[in-house]
């Protein structure tokens, strides 16, 4: 298939349909959708709708704006309130609530706060304001993360000084780890993240299958994306097979890409332990800027707060990024906290499980079969 229309094809998702409701007759799964885009297609298209009730869809913590705990979005805000300093980030990350408000509010205040498209736009930034220092929020898995290390080896081959990065890219493999682990959520397999495959391949989620023998598709991004991987999963389960399969192989390549994994490996290391929100700290679960290009590390250059801060009782957020709820079950969903005024993080990012929930899961399951069936 080339075109995008073939991946939404109505006729192929009836048909694929069918098939899993008869792999899944007469027993109950549970899958989680670990990355936020798989999230929001599953939303927008209806596809829980559509499912048969014995397959049910989780959402997990592969929101990479969702996990950032609300310290580190204050320690941004510090930063961003410095003299002489113009804070850069996504613009996503503007509306993340902190404890004292967001970057949008600091902005307001008079801190110079600019969004960018990516790391090497903070970088120009810098390069036409060298009276200024510039400081670049980075947050990402391992998809976005090269980019901010091709960044950081630019800044290197231009002598740039007056530029740094307040690194907070997480790994993907940590946090399946620990949800495998919680007592609190049984699963019959996953959906594995797409966009993060095509840079660590599927190497890195052997251990699924082998440790705690659940199975995962790596999945891609359209309706019939979504419908095929959670078919290979149940294919999988009746054959009594459990491995990594590659459902996106017109994007992800096994070995994923080498030359991005190698520049990371050059420019980044891990970090001891770094704090998620609703999963809490986890080992070695995050990048900072590798010591050899210390010179562009922000938490060097600038003596930060660092002080950790719980979220507010009342958002559920880390349920959520757990699977333990759905995004409805929340007390404030839709009420205290929407796209407008949001409390949590997953209200915020456009790969949020409640925003996805907020803007397109509002159908009824009577009111999706019928709009499947007309099509």
């Known amino acids: 298939m080339k075109f995008v229309d073939e991946f939404r094809d109505p006729a192929a998702a009836r048909a694929l349909v069918r098939s899993i409701t008869e792999l899944s007759s007469g027993d109950d799964f549970k899958f989680m959708e670990v990355c936020g885009g798989h999230t929001h297609t599953i939303y927008r298209h209806g596809i829980e709708h559509l499912l048969p009730e014995t397959v049910e869809l989780v959402h997990g913590p592969g929101c990479p704006v969702c996990v950032i705990p609300m310290g580190r979005v204050d320690d941004a805000m510090w930063l961003a309130e410095q003299p002489g300093v113009i804070f850069t980030t996504f613009g996503d990350m503007m509306r993340v609530p902190g404890s004292k408000g967001n970057l949008i509010e600091a902005k307001a205040c008079g801190a110079d706060v600019r969004f960018v498209y990516s790391p090497l736009d903070a970088l120009k930034v810098a390069v036409d304001n060298p009276d200024r220092h510039v400081v670049f929020f980075a947050v990402g898995f391992e998809t976005t993360a090269p980019s901010t290390a091709v960044t950081?080896?630019?800044?290197?081959?231009?002598?740039?000084?007056?530029?740094?990065?307040?690194?907070?890219?997480?790994?993907?493999?940590?946090p399946i780890k620990a949800i495998l682990e919680s007592p609190d959520l049984r699963l019959s397999g996953f959906l594995g993240p797409g966009h993060v495959s095509t840079v660590v391949g599927l190497r890195p989620y052997r251990f699924v299958p082998h440790v705690y023998r659940k199975p995962m598709v790596v999945a891609g991004f359209e309706p019939l994306d979504i419908l095929a991987s959670v078919h290979m999963l149940l294919q999988q389960i009746r054959d009594g097979r459990c491995e990594v399969e590659n459902q996106y192989t017109r994007v992800v390549r096994p070995d994923g890409n080498t030359q991005a994994l190698k520049l990371m490996a050059e420019t980044f290391e891990l970090r001891p332990h770094f704090e998620w929100r609703g999963l809490g700290f986890i080992s070695q679960s995050a990048?900072?800027?590798?010591?050899?290009?210390?010179?562009?590390?922000?938490?060097?250059?600038?003596?930060?707060?660092?002080?950790?801060?719980?979220?507010?009782?009342?958002?559920q957020c880390g349920e959520v990024l757990k699977g333990v709820i759905k995004p409805w079950e929340c007390k404030v969903f839709g009420t205290a906290c929407t796209p407008e005024t949001p409390i949590g993080t997953c209200m915020v990012s456009p790969e949020g499980a409640c925003a996805a929930y907020y803007n397109f899961g509002r159908l009824h399951r009577e009111t999706a079969l019928v709009l499947g069936q007309r099509a």
């Open 152 to 174: 950081l080896v630019r800044a290197r081959a231009l002598g740039v000084t007056n530029f740094s990065v307040y690194c907070n890219h997480v790994t993907i493999v940590p």
């Open 287 to 315: 990048l900072k800027v590798h010591q050899d290009y210390a010179e562009f590390d922000a938490e060097v250059k600038f003596e930060m707060p660092g002080v950790r801060v719980a979220d507010p009782k009342a958002c």
